[in-house]
């Protein structure tokens, strides 16, 4: 069970998954497996577990989602637990509410977790050490999306087995993506060499900082690359023009069957959604034989089950690190804080 030494209460005797930066490789894999053995509840007839049966699992989403939400919701379910939705339009945010006073009133009806997902950084966070139930970060601003980038690595794992050795390029806009920093994390834990590629303004140097190759060319870094992960555009995160136009973006980092030829001949692709296809990919590339997008679809529901049941099951084996051991001071945070 994760403790945090420098602050004795019960709250901080609760297990959470704030991000990827802290987790050890043992714990990584720890998930990975209890994925892996939850796979087969999609198959059946009944998909049902009763591993949850009587918790309750609240979805604050206080930013627009289709697969992280929709995933949480049918894992929780399948596990058995009560699941509610919570949206930014529907919440008393929306009348000025804070969002540590929500997340307090939600605590008071003794929720077993929280996932969140928040446009400000440090949502998440700041969740964890106010209220006396796990929390799920589910994409707090620029700064992680653990789930996702573990659906990822699984999808990765099941179609090129250990992942020490693997090149694996990450494509697009790196500045605004909660999703490449976390991968960067949980891939580089795992043994992974991290290539990233993208146009200079939404790539700053600095990422080599995290131990991964840069590339402003994107033949380049596909090149011999076992693994391409392209991301969109985060217009809603911008608050910038950061290149001249879609057209001349596409120009130079749209994943094409031509630029995709400079690959390992297995190379599989990967996409967290939502796609803007001609823009960071194209359709040929993203529905062709290369592509494991559903993969990555289907792997989420396992995935977020999985966590779900190492943080809230009394006695599981527990996630053991996160951001959580390292204190940092919290703003107040309000629903249109800083992304």
């Known amino acids: 069970m ?14 959470h998954l704030l991000g990827l930066a802290h987790v050890s490789a043992e714990d990584l894999v720890l998930l990975l497996d209890t994925a892996e053995s939850l796979m087969e509840v999609s198959e059946r007839d009944v998909k049902k577990l009763p591993t949850l049966r009587g918790k309750t699992v609240i979805n604050l989403f206080m930013e ?38 929500t997340a307090r009133n939600l605590a008071a009806m003794s929720p077993d977790a929280i996932v969140v997902r928040h446009p400000a950084a ?28 573990l659906l990822d690595i699984l ?14 390029t990450i494509v697009g806009d790196i500045l605004h993506s909660r999703v490449a920093r976390s991968n960067i994390y949980g891939l580089k834990t795992l043994g992974a060499r991290v290539r990233l590629s993208g146009p200079p303004t939404l790539l700053p140097p600095e990422f080599a900082e995290l131990g991964v190759e840069i590339f402003y060319d994107l033949a380049e870094a596909v ?7 392209m991301l969109r555009i985060q217009r809603e995160r911008q608050g910038q023009n950061y290149f001249p136009s879609l057209d001349e973006y596409a120009h130079y980092y749209c994943l094409t069957e031509e630029i995709l030829a400079e690959a390992k ?27 494991v997008m ?46």
């Open 223 to 229: 090149a011999e690359s076992d693994v391409v992960m």
């Open 2 to 15: 994760m403790v945090c030494s420098w602050r004795k209460s019960r709250v901080s005797e609760r297990r």
């Open 155 to 168: 999808t990765i794992r099941q179609h090129k087995g250990a992942l020490s050795g693997l090149v694996v």
């Open 122 to 149: 440090g949502a998440a966070r700041l969740l964890a050490d106010i209220v006396d139930c796990s929390i799920v970060n589910a994409g707090d601003g620029w700064h992680e999306h653990p789930t996702q980038a």
């Open 294 to 339: 559903m993969n990555q679809v289907s792997n989420g529901v396992a995935m977020r089950m999985a966590v779900l049941y190492q943080l809230i099951v009394p006695g599981a084996d527990g996630i053991r690190g996160s951001e959580l051991a390292q204190p940092v001071s919290h703003p107040l945070l309000r629903a249109g804080g800083e992304g």
């Open 64 to 101: 627009n989602s289709t697969r992280t939400r929709i995933s949480f919701e049918i894992a929780a379910k399948r596990l058995s637990a009560d699941s509610i939705n919570i949206s930014a339009s529907s919440s008393s945010m929306s009348k000025g509410e804070t969002l540590a006073d």
């Open 265 to 291: 001949p297995d190379v599989i692709i990967l996409h967290p959604g939502p796609m803007n296809r001609g823009i960071e990919i194209s359709s040929g590339v993203a529905d062709g034989p290369y592509s």
